[in-house]
């Protein structure tokens, strides 16, 4: 089995949600504003995506090694000046509303 290791940045955007993580379509479980979420994965292809209410998150596809660890990073696109385009990446870029990125994968 391999791992992951997902961490939310501190961003006060979404202050009290919890993000819901999916891989390979399925609900794994939650991050709350700087936590970690962790899991164990079977070696393979993985796809990962995050949801918040009706917005997300890009979409991130990387390979899960036996006994490797991979990490994850995440949180809000809405800082500083981009609050005041909230309504604007809510109506044409739902899944922009929030970033994802994996960080490193090794063991």
């Not at 997300?56 to 949180?75: I, L």
């Amino acid at each position: 089995m391999g791992k992951l290791i997902l961490k939310r940045d501190r961003g006060f955007a979404d202050f009290f949600r919890k993000y819901c993580v999916y891989i390979n379509g399925h609900e794994r479980g939650r991050v709350s504003r700087g936590g970690t979420f962790e899991c164990e994965l079977k070696p393979g292809p993985c796809t990962m995506h995050l949801k918040i209410d009706w917005c997300g998150s890009n979409s991130v596809t990387f390979m899960v090694e036996p006994e490797s660890v991979v990490e994850a990073a995440c949180g809000s696109n809405l800082r500083g000046w981009r609050v005041v385009k909230a309504g604007q990446l809510l109506l044409n870029n739902p899944d922009g509303w929030l970033w994802l990125s994996i960080t490193g994968n090794g063991k």
